[in-house]
């Protein structure tokens, strides 16, 4: 009995110290500072912060047992344990070899300025002291220039991606678990460790694992705790939603107080800053968007739509140098519903950067796009450099100025011959927009072609930059009838992305282009115009991943002159019957897309009605309203009635009604053309 009694294995305390041990993974940087300090060739302080559950107290643990081992005399103290009383009294005196660790220092008010200007001055030299908290330290350490070569701050991040597969081992999780729990938890140590559990014991769950709500309820507690108030948790979950939150952003979404709001959001420890504005980290990032998602549908769905209508408008009205980056930040709305890596727009700040091509540039391009795609594909960039160079953005590695990818995005009313045979992937458009509906005047297509070499080719995130660039483009064109996106090289989720999601279809079969390994994507924008494309997005990822893409929004008609003067003069003949109007292809127009909300036949009625009525603001046109009004507003049975109503010779009365349905059909066509806020066309 006597010699159990001595062996400390014994002991559940030292079980549970060799268990820490074990799941101890990673962090050297920072023993390496707390071990330069406590052999005396380092700082006198050390400030450990970082946010809840990444690993400040295993961190204080381990920097307690390397004490121990070299023969320190250790003492330790826990902000949460700590009554008001004792924080007053301070720490005990400290002799000259000692250590103390002080974990939680935000837990007592006051504690650490008490430490920085009474206990710690009177600290004898040679005494190593270790602060953690989950704040950074207060300015005033840094103001004070006693400080600067006595204090060392050590933020401590999320473990690397070797330590967190460590971490995973010690826990004993399933390598079919491992990808979606790192893609929850990421490098935080308490998401790991409890996800871990979770998972492990839902085993069945495999691939597809993600947390229950129980685990998500834990982690918010551990890591975020309760808000002040409801627009408090509003202001957090907006800032988990957008890809990184500035004050206009947060009041886009919540009117109230957004300033107020703002600066709380920038203090918090899990909350970080960027040139960009404010993000949360990861793991609470994720944390906070499952709970939203599954508390309140319904209250996600309308924060999603405010933040996607403000990020969708600040796209349209960018510069054009801020464009990718607007971009970027709308896709990444959408990094939740089935988006292959990279669409959904996070991006690596400043590894590329953007150019407009110069007159020297030439050579470059086209080095790059033989080395990409050959040097017939490169004659073809050659000959569009030289015919159009605004059309061309060169992409450099921003820390070499290394050129590694040309981006060309081709804007055509009309062709030449030369053009059309000197690009296949040109003339592949050109021809199937004229067989399927053909440009209508002032209207374009547009082609987008991309050479960049081969490190660069898929995923990456250059190619990143390009797809911004392009889909801007889509959504910022005016008259733009279809676009075509040239994709060398494409991979299955990016291509099964374009097709389900963005609703592109490939017509590669139709293309005679140079190289098999490219793909085409088409897109008619006057049948879903960019505004119903991005609710579409919207719509499936508020719906998830099993959305159905098909009910997401309708197709518009897209008729010629011809057919919509037809269809004008047929829904004025049958203006009084609301059941002939429903049946009027017009009611699937852009023309009416544009009064979103109301009965698509009750609006084409009101629209004609408004029409006739706009021609008495012109004296030139009374006449012509008349005879409109007079046969279509107010029931005449015959023509040879409304003459005679009017008071004018048949022949008169049917010039004027001629007249006057030309200039209705030539208004609503102008409005169709150019949208319902154009001014309505007028005859010279």
Not at 525 to 533: D, L, S
Request: charged share 25%; net charge negative; with cysteine.
């Amino acid at each position: 009995m006597s010699s159990g009694s001595d062996d400390r294995s014994g002991l559940l305390g030292w079980r549970l110290q060799a268990a820490r041990d074990t799941a101890f993974v990673g962090r050297e940087e920072e023993l390496a500072a707390f071990n330069a300090a406590l052999y005396g060739g380092g700082c006198t302080v050390l400030y450990v912060h970082g946010p809840g559950g990444i690993g400040k107290s295993a961190l204080l643990r381990r920097f307690a047992h390397e004490a121990t081992v070299a023969g320190r005399p250790v003492s330790m103290m826990d902000g949460r344990m700590m009554e008001p009383a004792a924080s007053e009294a301070g720490p005990p005196l400290l002799d000259a070899d000692a250590v103390l660790l002080i974990d939680d220092v935000e837990r007592v008010h006051g504690l650490e300025g008490w430490l920085r200007e009474r206990f710690l001055p009177r600290v004898p030299v040679g005494a190593l002291v270790v602060i953690a908290g989950r704040n950074p330290p207060d300015m005033r350490w840094q103001a004070d220039p006693g400080w600067a070569g006595a204090l060392e701050t050590l933020p401590l991040r999320g473990l690397r991606a070797g330590d967190a597969q460590a971490l995973m081992d010690s826990s004993g999780v399933p390598a079919d678990l491992r990808a979606p729990l790192l893609a929850f938890a990421g490098g935080h140590p308490l998401a790991l460790v409890t996800g871990a559990a979770a998972a492990v014991k839902d085993g069945g769950a495999g691939g597809r694992w993600t947390p229950d709500q129980d685990v998500v309820a834990a982690l918010l507690d551990q890591l975020v705790g309760e808000p002040p108030s409801a627009a408090h948790r509003h202001a957090l979950e907006i800032c988990a939603h957008g890809y990184v939150t500035t004050e206009d952003l947060l009041r886009a979404a919540l009117p109230e107080d957004a300033g107020t709001l703002f600066r709380w959001l920038r203090r918090l420890p899990f909350v970080e800053s960027s040139s960009l504005g404010l993000f949360p980290h990861d793991v609470v990032r994720e944390l906070l968007e499952a709970d939203l998602r599954w508390r309140d549908p319904e209250a996600y769905a309308v924060m999603h739509d405010r933040i996607h209508a403000h990020l969708a408008e600040r796209v349209r009205t960018a510069s054009d140098v801020d464009v990718p980056g607007a971009v970027a930040a709308l896709l990444y709305l959408h990094r939740g519903s089935g988006a292959p890596a990279g669409f959904h727009g996070r991006h690596d700040e400043g590894g590329f950067q953007e150019e407009v091509l110069r007159e020297g540039d030439l050579a470059t391009l086209l080095r790059v796009a033989t080395a990409a795609e050959g040097a017939a594909s490169a004659g073809r960039a050659a000959f569009w450099a030289e015919r159009r160079p605004e059309a061309f953005r060169l992409y450099r590695r921003t820390e070499t100025g290394e050129p590694v990818a040309f981006s060309a995005w081709l804007r055509l009313a009309e062709l030449d011959e030369e053009e059309l045979t000197a690009d296949p992937v040109v003339a592949t458009a050109w021809a199937h927009a004229r067989a399927t509906t053909p440009l209508r005047a002032g209207e374009h297509l547009a082609v987008s072609r991309l050479w960049a070499l081969p490190p660069y080719r898929g995923n990456s995130p250059v190619t990143d930059l390009i797809q911004w660039r392009v889909i801007g483009n889509c959504l910022r064109a005016e008259r733009m009838a279809w676009s075509f996106i040239q994709i060398p090289h494409p991979n299955g989720p990016w291509l099964e992305h374009l097709r389900r999601r963005c609703g592109m279809r490939d017509i590669s079969g139709q293309s005679r282009q140079e190289d098999a390994a490219c793909s085409l994507f088409v897109h008619d924008w006057r049948a879903v115009p960019a505004r119903a494309w991005l609710e579409r997005m919207s719509r499936l990822l508020v719906a998830g991943p099993a959305g159905d893409p098909g009910a997401a929004t309708a197709t518009l008609a897209v008729l010629s002159q011809a057919e919509f003067a037809e269809a004008v003069r047929k829904a004025l003949r049958r203006l009084s019957r609301l059941d002939a109007l429903a049946a009027s292809p017009l009611t699937r127009t852009r023309l009416i897309a544009e009064r979103a909300g109301r009965n698509p036949a009750t609006a084409l009625g009101d629209l004609l009605r408004q029409a006739i009525d706009d021609l008495r603001e012109d004296p030139r046109s009374v006449k012509l309203h008349r005879a409109l009004s007079v046969t279509f507003l107010r029931g005449t049975p015959t023509q040879e009635l409304a003459a005679e109503r009017l008071g004018l010779p048949f022949t008169t009365y049917r010039r004027h009604l001629t007249s006057g349905i030309e200039r209705v059909c030539a208004d609503l066509w102008h409005r169709e053309l150019y949208g319902t806020d154009a001014t309505a066309y007028r005859f010279p």
